[in-house]
């Protein structure tokens, strides 16, 4: 990585920089280079499932409004659900079947 790009990934504020994301994102011209790594002897990989998690999670919550919109949109629903759910248990607690009113201002949902 030349010091232009370098420069460029500093100036990001960041706490959580997803590196492979943000080498993309920054525009620079790339090159691929091809290896094979060597099999691995001694020891084993001190990723464990839960980073390996966190680093997915990280990828996609960086580079993604797509996370943001589901959350919205499901925080309307559940927004909308208890609204309809006040308002029928808030009508429901205050039906008297014989017609008088049981102090329906007094109550808040």
Do not use: C
Not at 36 to 45: I, L, P, Q
Not at 81 to 99: A, L, Q, Y
């Amino acid at each position: 990585m030349n010091r232009k790009a370098v420069d460029v990934i500093n100036r990001f504020q960041e706490s959580n920089k997803f590196l492979r994301g943000i080498r993309i994102w920054i525009g620079f011209k790339q090159t691929g280079i091809e290896y094979e790594r060597d099999f691995r002897y001694v020891g084993r990989s001190q990723y464990t499932l839960k980073k390996y998690l966190h680093f997915a999670f990280n990828a996609i919550y960086s580079f993604s409004y797509i996370p943001l919109r589901i959350l919205t949109f499901l925080g309307f629903i559940v927004a909308g659900f208890s609204f309809v759910r006040g308002r029928i248990f808030f009508r429901w607690d205050n039906i008297d079947f014989t017609g008088n009113n049981r102090g329906v201002y007094s109550k808040i949902v």
